[in-house]
Nanobody, 126 residues
Framework: QVQLVESGGGLVQAGDSLRLSCAAS????????MGWFRQAPGKEREFVAA????????SYADSMKGRFTISRDNAKNTVYLQMNSLNPEDTAVYYC???????????????????WGQGTQVTVSS
């Protein structure tokens, strides 16, 4: 069982940066692949970025590539999402997720993830 708690969201202006954090419980955190997803009002959940177990592989949605960076600190049981050059279209609730079943890949499918955090709101004003 893994519990995930996101933090770092907030209200920023277009062009600003934010770093989201996702703290995970459990001593087996390094064995999990981690993902970030987001959901804007009235829209479906959207893949943002993923990181395989032990950080060997990363994957990004096309619209985030070059602006967002996913990373992990296994000593702190934490995964991060650094978001730069934010724009109003990035406004959403951001969720982190964990999977052990697909730990060696960077799945873009939310159904592959077993554990989810409660989400953190990111609002970007123009």
């Amino acid at each position: 069982q893994v519990q995930l708690v996101e933090s770092g969201g907030g209200l920023v202006q277009a062009g600003d940066s934010l770093r989201l954090s996702c703290a995970a419980s459990g001593r087996t955190f390094p064995n999990y692949a981690m993902g970030w997803f987001r959901q804007a009002p009235g829209k479906e959940r959207e893949f943002v970025a993923a990181l395989s177990s032990f950080g060997g592989r990363t994957s990004y949605a096309d619209s985030m590539k070059g602006r967002f960076t996913i990373s992990r600190d296994n000593a702190k049981n934490t995964v991060y999402l650094q978001m730069n050059s934010l724009n109003p279209e990035d406004t959403a609730v951001y969720y982190c997720a964990a999977t052990r079943t697909y730990s060696s890949i960077t799945s873009r499918n939310g159904d592959d993830y077993d554990y989810w955090g409660q989400g953190t709101q990111v609002t970007v004003s123009s």
